[in-house]
């Protein structure tokens, strides 16, 4: 990280991390009390349905009511079929409550959300067109916790299963880049053979984001996330207020 002031303008560049995305929201509060304009955005999965929803206008507090509701929590149908375990109803109003714009030019800040291409196995980083909803959910899918999403012909899951953390598309951006990362290394040792096996397994999928961390001119985490659950909506506040206190420390230290 540089060691200078923190910038009034910023390009923000949000990772995936399911109910960890309350963080995302807690460091967003700091910046909007603080008057720092986001200039930009890129983001995946709970990343790329935040900074959809910034950009449309909401803010950090609003986001994080609407995450609490029994409405959205009813958006994940669990279903009973061989290839996943939940479907998003995409006809759900609350949807439109969080992004109530359809087309990425609609936005009020540009946008980059990245979704994962099963049928050629790339990431794609999508900036524009009319299919915003569908490509945010699309960038949501958890394989195979969550139904794939077919958009065009293409089948799509998880933008976090080919990049976790899309630093560099905001690089064009002639704007310092805040990254906010929801899957800090967890150094603990483990001390079983699946502690190893998933040890091994997140250190080949997380590897990558540790070098992309270079590529920020802030970067904001908190080895407090390890203990915060993926799937569980309990830790909300929690989250949101590891956030905040993440954020104040890092723009106190700069200002």
């Known amino acids: 990280m540089e060691n ?3 910038p009034r303008e910023i390009s923000l560049c949000l990772s995936g991390g399911a109910a960890k995305g309350a963080f995302h929201l807690g460091c967003i509060s700091i910046l909007e009390e603080h008057n720092i304009e986001i200039k ?10 935040i900074g959809a929803s910034i950009a449309s206008g909401k803010s950090a507090k609003e986001i994080l009511e609407i995450f609490k509701s029994k ?7 669990f279903t009973f079929t061989k290839s996943y375990l939940y479907k998003i109803d995409m006809q759900s109003p609350v949807l439109e409550e969080l992004v109530n714009k359809h087309s990425f030019e609609e936005l009020k800040i540009p946008l980059v959300i990245t979704v994962t291409n099963i049928d050629n196995a790339k990431c794609e980083y ?7 909803h569908e490509y945010i959910l699309a960038s949501c899918a958890i394989s195979p916790i969550v139904e794939p999403k077919e958009i065009e012909g293409n089948l799509y899951v998880d933008g976090g299963v080919t990049d976790n953390f899309p630093v560099e598309v905001l690089q064009k951006y002639p704007y310092k880049i805040l990254g906010i990362n929801l899957y800090p290394f967890n150094k603990k040792r483990p001390s079983s053979l699946i502690g190893w096996i998933k040890k091994i397994i997140f250190i080949a999928w997380h590897a990558p984001n540790l070098a992309k961390k270079q590529a920020c001119d802030f970067y904001v985490s908190s080895d407090k996330l390890n203990d915060i659950s993926l799937f569980s909506f309990k830790n909300l506040d929690k989250s949101y207020e590891l956030g905040r206190n993440e954020m104040k420390s890092h723009i106190m230290n700069k200002m």
């Open 4 to 6: 200078n002031k923190f």
């Open 40 to 49: 930009a955005i890129s983001g995946t999965s709970i990343g790329a349905l």
């Open 126 to 132: 999508l900036s524009r067109g009319t299919k915003l």
């Open 71 to 77: 409405e959205f929590k009813s958006i994940f149908k």
